[in-house]
């Protein structure tokens, strides 16, 4: 079970949008409509942002938008706001109750 | 709201069983979901180890599954993880979680680190 393939940082200045990839295989990523963003503040709880692929918890706000292509998931933030920068992680079920999480991305608002 | 919080040594001996459980307050395992455990080493991404389900059945991370073990308590409302022979690569934030398509509640997370 490797990783799913995140970029290991992204920026953007506020107010601009940001896309970050997870790129996985038929096995995980492209074999169910189950990925899922968590948002990581140092020192902190991961806190789920997307789940199946793109629906939002409540109180997420709608500047987050999941998507998916193929063996591709991506999380596009827009309206960036200082408060966005974190880590993020993607996950996605593997079959036979199993999950895989990607290895991060650092988001910098610049 | 569903709240849960890890619990267990924050010291553990190489070699020897690191042992830790979830408290879970505000929903009963018993009604459904998965619960699981995800790690962290320090300045590293997650890591998935296993879940479970009230029922007892458990799905484990193949590259931990030999080490691991992960077990439900309904009457205490808790869950617990076992980790066998730790090493230093071990040592990391242990948090618990519930478990649905998506983790959607986790616990504050607890530091284990592996050292003589």
């Known amino acids: 079970q490797s990783a799913l393939t995140q970029p290991r940082s992204v920026s953007g200045s506020p107010g601009q949008s940001v896309t970050i990839s997870c790129t996985g295989s038929?096995?995980?990523?492209?074999?169910?409509?189950?990925v899922s963003w968590y948002q990581q503040h140092p020192g902190k709880a991961p806190k789920l942002m997307i789940y199946?692929?793109?629906k939002r918890p409540s109180g997420v706000p709608d500047r987050f938008f999941g998507s998916k292509s193929g063996n591709t998931a991506s999380l596009t933030i827009s309206g960036l706001q200082a408060e966005d920068e974190a880590d993020y992680y993607c996950?996605?079920?593997?079959?036979?109750?199993?999950?895989?999480f990607g290895g991060g991305t650092k988001l910098t608002v610049l | 709201q569903v709240q849960l919080q890890e619990s267990g040594p924050g010291l553990v001996k190489p070699s020897e069983t690191l042992s830790l459980t979830c408290s879970v307050s505000?929903?009963?395992?018993?009604?459904?979901?998965?619960w699981g455990w995800i790690r962290q080493p320090p300045g590293k991404g997650l890591e998935w180890i296993g879940s479970?389900?009230?029922?007892?059945?458990?799905y484990y991370n193949p590259s931990l599954k030999s080490r691991v073990t992960i077990s439900v308590d309904t009457s205490k409302n808790q869950f617990s993880l076992k980790v066998n022979s730790v090493t230093a690569t071990d040592t990391a934030v242990y948090y618990c979680?519930?478990?649905?398509?998506?983790?959607?509640?986790w616990g504050q997370g607890t530091l284990v680190t592996v050292s003589s």
């Open positions: 199946d692929v793109s």
């Open positions: 979680a519930r478990v649905g398509t998506a983790s959607d509640s």
């Open positions: 038929s096995s995980d990523v492209g074999g169910y409509n189950y």
């Open positions: 996950c996605s079920y593997a079959g036979t109750y199993t999950v895989i």
């Open positions: 479970i389900y009230h029922s007892g059945s458990t």
């Open positions: 505000g929903y009963s395992i018993s009604s459904g979901y998965y």
